[in-house]
């Protein structure tokens, strides 16, 4: 006589605390719809100058979808379009490109774009820039080739903007890159400000809303949580700044790119869990990781809202007209 099977033990409980907002921001949405409709328009293949977000996931949705993704503009053929990323490019990559006669579209946000603009009247009205942003990021490399070359100084860290010599303190603007820490960067702002009183910054914050707004979230969800899982890149800098606020608020956090990297001994002791996603990361990742959290845990969802946002930016002409 065969003995009856055991029943199976139950899951343990995971409150997980899902950040919002979370993922996709404004920008990042209209440059994926501008590839996606790119092919739509003219077919593939369609070309784009780096990532155009920094999602592997995303990048890879495209290239299946007929994207060609290439680092330098002078490995785009003659008579294909090409799409510049929204974290900007330099002035000199348009100016290529129309050299060449290329059908080009620019996909960069326009947080960015007003970054530039900035920028460029920053240094007609003859000030030196402070820039404060990251070495190589992608936006640092376009910002910076919107203006002549020595015209921009990079400040990385509040060292930097402690020991950062200049030659005409009177005649000083700063910026930043969207994607920065509120916090580390009203730090380095302040002491900029403090050394050379003088100093012009932008009329508004520089830091992005999405930005602004995902860090809210992990600093109203992350006391709570014994653990945070940020989805995104590692060369998201949005993302790794999420993954920085929830350690500062006190918890473990760990970057992951999609279900696959969570590493299940992480969760020793974890009973509570924060959950949230970089601008550049899909919904359908978050769901991904919360399916694979229900394999092992009975997982009790509770949403963390801090606000809420309706930003919705224009597409380029060239793909709206009939």
Same mark, same amino acid.
């Given at each position: 006589?065969?003995?009856?099977?055991?029943?199976?033990?139950?899951?343990?409980?995971?409150?997980?605390?899902?950040?919002?907002?979370?993922?996709?921001?404004?920008?990042?949405?209209?440059?994926?719809?501008?590839?996606?409709?790119?092919?739509?328009?003219?077919?593939?293949?369609?070309?784009?100058?780096?990532?155009?977000?920094?999602?592997?996931?995303?990048?890879?949705?495209?290239?299946?979808?007929?994207?060609?993704?290439?680092?330098?503009?002078?490995?785009?053929?003659?008579?294909?379009?090409?799409?510049?990323?929204?974290?900007?490019?330099?002035?000199?990559?348009?100016?290529?490109?129309?050299?060449? $006669?290329?059908?080009?579209?620019?996909?960069?946000?326009?947080?960015?774009?007003?970054?530039?603009?900035?920028?460029?009247?920053?240094?007609? $009205?003859?000030?030196?820039?402070?820039?404060?942003?990251?070495?190589?990021?992608?936006?640092?490399?376009?910002?910076?080739?919107?203006?002549?070359?020595?015209?921009?100084?990079?400040?990385?860290?509040?060292?930097?903007?402690?020991?950062?010599?200049?030659?005409?303190?009177?005649?000083?603007?700063?910026?930043?890159?969207?994607?920065?820490?509120?916090?580390?960067?009203?730090?380095?702002?302040?002491?900029?400000?403090?050394?050379?009183?003088?100093?012009?910054?932008?009329?508004?914050?520089?830091?992005?809303?999405?930005?602004?707004?995902?860090?809210?979230?992990?600093?109203?969800?992350?006391?709570?949580?014994?653990?945070?899982?940020?989805?995104?890149?590692?060369?998201?800098?949005?993302?790794?700044?999420?993954?920085?606020?929830?350690?500062?608020?006190?918890?473990?956090?760990?970057?992951?790119?999609?279900?696959?990297?969570?590493?299940?001994?992480?969760?020793?002791?974890?009973?509570?869990?924060?959950?949230?996603?970089?601008?550049?990361?899909?919904?359908?990742?978050?769901?991904?990781?919360?399916?694979?959290?229900?394999?092992?845990?009975?997982?009790?969802?509770?949403?963390?809202?801090?606000?809420?946002?309706?930003?919705?930016?224009?597409?380029?002409?060239?793909?709206?007209?009939?």
């Amino acid at each position: 006589m065969n003995a009856p099977a055991l029943a199976p033990l139950p899951l343990p409980d995971l409150l997980v605390l899902v950040a919002a907002p979370r993922g996709f921001c404004a920008g990042v949405d209209r440059a994926i719809h501008i590839v996606e409709l790119a092919l739509q328009r003219w077919g593939a293949p369609v070309y784009v100058r780096h990532e155009i977000v920094h999602n592997q996931f995303v990048v890879d949705s495209l290239k299946a979808k007929g994207a060609i993704f290439v680092e330098e503009l002078n490995e785009v053929p003659d008579g294909v379009p090409v799409i510049f990323s929204a974290h900007g490019v330099p002035k000199a990559v348009p100016a290529a490109a129309a050299a060449r $006669g290329l059908n080009f579209l620019d996909a960069t946000c326009p947080l960015v774009s007003k970054v530039h603009r900035q920028a460029e009247r920053l240094v007609e $009205g003859g000030r030196h820039i402070l820039f404060i942003g990251h070495q190589g990021h992608p936006e640092v490399i376009g910002t910076f080739g919107q203006v002549p070359d020595g015209a921009m100084t990079l400040i990385e860290t509040l060292a930097d903007a402690q020991a950062v010599a200049v030659t005409d303190p009177e005649n000083l603007g700063f910026l930043t890159q969207t994607t920065l820490s509120v916090d580390d960067t009203a730090d380095m702002v302040a002491e900029l400000q403090r050394r050379f009183p003088t100093i012009v910054g932008p009329k508004g914050d520089d830091i992005c809303y999405a930005t602004s707004n995902r860090q809210a979230a992990v600093k109203a969800m992350a006391p709570r949580a014994d653990m945070v899982l940020v989805i995104g890149a590692t060369n998201s800098s949005n993302s790794q700044r999420l993954r920085e606020v929830a350690e500062r608020e006190g918890a473990a956090a760990y970057l992951i790119q999609r279900a696959d990297d969570i590493q299940w001994s992480w969760f020793e002791g974890v009973t509570t869990l924060g959950l949230t996603a970089g601008a550049s990361a899909p919904e359908v990742l978050v769901q991904e990781v919360l399916a694979r959290l229900g394999q092992r845990f009975t997982v009790i969802s509770e949403d963390v809202t801090t606000a809420v946002e309706q930003v919705v930016f224009k597409l380029p002409r060239a793909l709206t007209a009939d």
